[in-house]
């Protein structure tokens, strides 16, 4: 992405980005590690800034969206939904504007719709595997499973609901310290820091986490080198999928994918991997100030 002359808004140049980002996909989902496939999904984020078009994260979002409405709303509703929304778009536009161009194009987009809301079913169902199912389905209704993939989750929150505003104090909480909460240390660590230390504990490591990746942000754009850049937003995108995830499944906001939080997660190889990701683009950005100091 470095290389003179890359431009995201050409469709060579996306189709070369995507082989080189669905090989590692590809291997890693051969080794049934779906979470880890996820984080490198998220790289998108680094690809919109470098000039991705915007409509393919929204093509995500949108997507994301009807999977869930197709989970919990019948087909018929959805499609009425969406024929209204569509209608309205054409009420709402001017005269001039409402081509047959248009007409097809807001047509295509329909049918694409209710081809991902259809497609659900048959995806839950045929493509994934039980366990990714099931964590589907609890995101959905966390009861559906209370004694099996929705435990860790009602746990969870129960957990950090009775923390209250300060918590419990440290090594005092009930749900972690007798073991309620499973992978308490690692995947659902952020439980405890609600337990323990309460609302206000919560703010203080999501005001922390946030801070780190607003920095990385500030430190990627002040790059004089582009490579330095794609490299400091890939560190980003990493870092924040992974607070947003994480955080996200603990309360249930997110399906459970089994990612650490950033130096928070008990457990060597996670703190090894984020020191090194961040410590690569520390020194790039020591390298941009020798830059700076020859020019």
Not at 282 to 295: G, H
């Amino acid at each position: 992405m470095s290389t003179p002359g890359t431009n995201l808004a050409k469709f060579k140049d996306q189709f070369t980005v995507a082989i080189f980002m669905l090989i590692p996909i590809l291997l890693i989902l051969l080794s049934r590690e779906t979470g880890q496939t996820l984080v490198i999904v998220g790289l998108v984020l680094m690809l919109y800034r470098e000039g991705l078009p915007g409509i393919y994260p929204s093509i995500i979002i949108v997507s994301a969206t009807l999977l869930i409405l197709a989970l919990t709303v019948d087909t018929l509703t959805i499609a009425i939904v969406l024929a209204v929304i569509a209608g309205m778009v054409l009420f709402f536009m001017p005269r001039y504007e409402r081509t047959r161009k248009t007409y097809v194009t807001i047509g295509l987009i329909y049918v694409g719709c209710l081809v991902v809301v259809w497609a659900t079913d048959f995806f839950i169902h045929n493509v994934l595997a039980p366990h990714q199912r099931s964590r589907i389905e609890v995101l959905i209704d966390p009861n559906s499973h209370k004694r099996g993939a929705g435990w860790n989750v009602i746990q969870s929150k129960i957990a950090i609901g009775s923390g209250g505003v300060f918590g419990k104090g440290f090594l005092q909480g009930t749900q972690t310290k007798f073991d309620f909460v499973p992978e308490q240390s690692t995947d659902f660590i952020f439980c405890t820091v609600g337990e323990e230390h309460g609302f206000f504990g919560s703010l203080v490591v999501i005001g922390l986490l946030i801070a780190l990746i607003l920095r990385l942000i500030f430190l990627a754009e002040r790059q004089r080198i582009k490579f330095a850049r794609v490299y400091g937003y890939g560190v980003v995108s990493i870092f924040f999928f992974h607070f947003l995830v994480n955080i996200g499944m603990t309360i249930g906001l997110m399906p459970v994918i089994g990612i650490p939080l950033p130096f928070f997660s008990y457990g060597g190889s996670g703190l090894w991997s984020f020191t090194i990701l961040l410590f690569i683009f520390l020194k790039l950005d020591s390298q941009r100030s020798l830059i700076m100091s020859r020019v």
